[in-house]
């Protein structure tokens, strides 16, 4: 079974500057597909960004990009420019390739990372 | 807001209650989902429905029972429910479950309390 791991349960950043959150993830799949969402508090869950592990290139949307490492199984995720309405918790997660019949993609979560950014 | 909605956002029950959770979606999506949040623990995948049809049931006791009438509509039916079930309850969509990379889109969750 595929398992998520974010070792962070809490980080903090100040305005302005940058914060990588960790994950890793456990899986014996070759295809398989993974992403970052965040919950802002008492809001609705929304994708930040997605990673296809067959890319080697990096995923990058606007302030937000990722560091995949395949070999490593490691998927951490880089903000730059910390603004203050990216305080949230940041979710790590997995989804392996749809493999036919009753397969599908379920997605699998990690424990979460909560970001505090300051002013 | 993701076009996803739940009813209610908040809601207060006694074991023996019976109560449902509605979830809509205005996306024109074919797979709904439930999921799970309590604290401090991962999201937890409960039923995925595909074109009306429940596709998977991962593990979740009979005290959840969901219902998908149409690809727009999900719900949760609640009864006989324990104290450990108190969690926030997430609703999702995706155009297709048979597409890893669609993006599913969340509700805003309800926050169920039993008593």
């Known amino acids: 079974a595929q398992t998520v791991t974010q070792s962070q349960p809490e980080m903090s950043v100040q305005e302005a500057e940058t914060v990588t959150l960790s994950c890793t993830y456990d899986?014996?799949?070759?295809?398989?597909?993974l992403f970052w969402y965040k919950q802002p508090p008492s809001r609705q869950m929304i994708l930040v960004i997605r990673?296809?592990?067959?890319?080697?290139q990096n995923a990058t949307e606007n302030r937000f990009s990722v560091n995949f490492q395949k070999a490593a199984k490691s998927f951490s995720l880089k903000i730059s420019d910390s603004q203050l309405g990216d305080t949230a918790m940041y979710f790590c997660?997995?989804?392996?390739?749809?493999?036919?019949?009753?397969?599908?993609?379920?997605?699998?979560f990690g424990q979460g990372t909560i970001l505090t950014v300051h002013p | 807001e993701t076009g996803v909605t739940q009813t209610p956002r908040h809601l207060v029950m006694g074991m023996t209650n019976k109560k449902s959770l509605k979830c809509e979606q205005h996306?024109?999506?074919?797979?709904m989902y439930w999921y799970k949040q309590s604290a401090k623990k991962p999201l937890e995948l409960m039923f995925v429905?595909?074109?009306?049809?429940?596709?998977e049931n991962n593990s979740v006791p009979s005290r959840f029972s969901p219902e998908c009438p149409n690809s727009s509509h999900l719900f949760l039916h609640l009864h006989t429910l324990q104290p450990e079930d108190s969690a926030l309850y997430l609703c999702?969509?995706?155009?297709?479950?048979?597409?890893?990379?669609?993006?599913?889109?969340f509700g805003p969750g309800t926050r169920l309390t039993v008593l």
């Open positions: 999702a969509s995706s155009q297709d479950h048979r597409t890893s990379t669609d993006t599913q889109y």
């Open positions: 990673q296809e592990a067959y890319k080697q």
């Open positions: 996306l024109g999506h074919n797979a």
């Open positions: 997660a997995f989804m392996e390739q749809y493999a036919g019949g009753t397969s599908y993609g379920k997605l699998t």
């Open positions: 899986t014996s799949e070759n295809n398989y597909y």
């Open positions: 429905y595909s074109l009306e049809e429940r596709v």
